[in-house]
């Protein structure tokens, strides 16, 4: 009895044990919501301080030009219609010159006994200011000259604050989001789609960078790797076991904005790219053994990778990078075992040969692809 209690308390002692490890485990992954919680929040309260002060900025420069403007012009006007007026006002003031100068010459005159200053009296008569007397400058009615206003745009400020009411929105997700990456030979499979249903997209855009940002990495730089209509994209030539960092956004139209990035998604790949096994002689292969080269051979050899990495749904690329003398022979296959190394038309194996001739279990079928050149690249899926 007492064996079995002693058991009983360390079944206990044990799941408590693994309770505490998960509880533990859990505390972190809460602990890293809050963070991200916290950084999005000081970040985005950061962009709105920064955005509206650019806007106040930009608000006030744009009414004091425009005040500026309207300035310019009245002052335009004024010049404009005083001008004349100036004229006009010089020329009442040379006529009430005039005048006054003939009431003072014909006082003098008034005084003297005409029959002894006829010839002056001639002259008062017949000088310049005594003739005008008569002509008087055309003075402008107030109708016709400038009456200088301003006319408002009528609820401006409403206007402006209803737009200024609708500036910014706080989004609690970015609209597009990450929902899962798959990890390929050399290559990730990254997959998204839209938070809300009712948006329109065009294209999506998704860049990545090499390292974690959810680490001290903090400065990544982030590099396009597609933009289009796609939900899913494929990256390649990966290294194996590195993280990289993966963030995706979208557009309504071909010319819109871009919208906030998703959540950045750190992945990697454990499975190794496709490599070439060297096993004959008059081969050799070069970038990290993604590339094969013939050499002087006069033989024909099947080459295999190096390890069976590919499973159903990874496609594979094989590029003609150059292309010398054909052979019969040359093309690319899929076997179940590699223990042949001369033919690929034999049972348990699929071959495409250079003239594109297709081969199942060593038969020839109907079906005929193009033939393999120089600077082709075929597709493989299976």
């Known amino acids: 009895m007492s064996e079995e209690l ?10 408590a044990h693994s309770q505490r490890i998960q509880l533990t485990d859990l505390l972190s992954s809460l602990e890293e919501s809050k963070n991200q919680v916290k950084k999005s929040a000081e970040e985005s309260r950061c962009n709105i301080m920064d955005h509206f002060s650019k806007l106040k900025k930009a608000v006030i420069a744009a009414l ?21 007026l100036c004229q006009c006002e010089d020329m009442i003031n040379q006529g009430i010159m005039a005048a006054t100068r003939v009431m003072e010459d014909g006082k003098k005159i008034i005084k003297i006994d005409p029959k002894d200053n006829v010839e002056e009296l001639v002259k008062f008569r017949d ?17 016709d000259v400038p009456y200088i206003s301003l006319e408002l745009t009528k609820g401006l400020d409403d ?29 990730l499979t990254i997959r998204w789609s839209e938070v809300d249903d009712d948006i329109e997209v065009c294209d999506f855009r998704l860049q990545f960078c090499s390292g974690s940002v959810n680490s001290n990495q903090t400065k990544c730089i982030f590099h396009n790797a597609y933009t289009g209509p796609l939900t899913s994209y494929r990256l390649t030539q990966l290294r194996t076991n590195a993280p990289y960092s993966f963030r995706v956004c979208h557009r309504s139209d071909s010319c819109g904005e871009w919208s906030t990035w998703s959540i950045p998604r750190v992945a990697m790949t454990t499975i190794p790219h496709y490599q070439w096994c060297i096993s004959n002689e008059g081969y050799s292969t070069s970038n990290d053994d993604r590339i094969l080269t013939r050499l002087d051979c006069e033989d024909t ?30 093309g690319i296959g899929l076997a179940i075992d590699n223990t042949d190394v001369f033919t690929f038309q034999r049972n ?3 071959f495409i040969n250079s003239s594109g001739a297709v081969f199942v ?7 005929r692809l193009p033939p393999s050149v120089k600077g082709c690249a075929d597709h493989i899926s299976y």
């Open 361 to 367: 279990d060593g038969n020839e079928m109907k079906t």
């Open 348 to 350: 348990n194996a699929i």
């Open 127 to 143: 000088n310049t200011d005594s003739r005008h007397l008569d002509s008087l400058p055309e003075v402008p009615s107030l109708y």
């Open 64 to 84: 004091d030009a425009r005040m500026d403007t309207l300035i310019k012009n009245v002052d335009n006007i004024e010049e404009a219609a005083l001008s004349p």
């Open 301 to 330: 050899f099947i080459h295999y990778s190096k390890e069976a990495v590919y499973t159903t749904g990874h496609p594979i690329k094989f590029k003609i990078i150059d292309a010398g003398e054909g052979s019969p022979m040359d």
């Open 6 to 15: 002693l058991q009983n308390v360390t079944d206990i002692l044990e799941n």
């Open 159 to 187: 206007k402006l604050s209803e737009l200024i009411n609708e500036e910014g929105k706080i989004l609690e997700r970015a609209p597009v989001q990450i929902t899962d990456i798959e990890e390929g030979p050399g290559s």
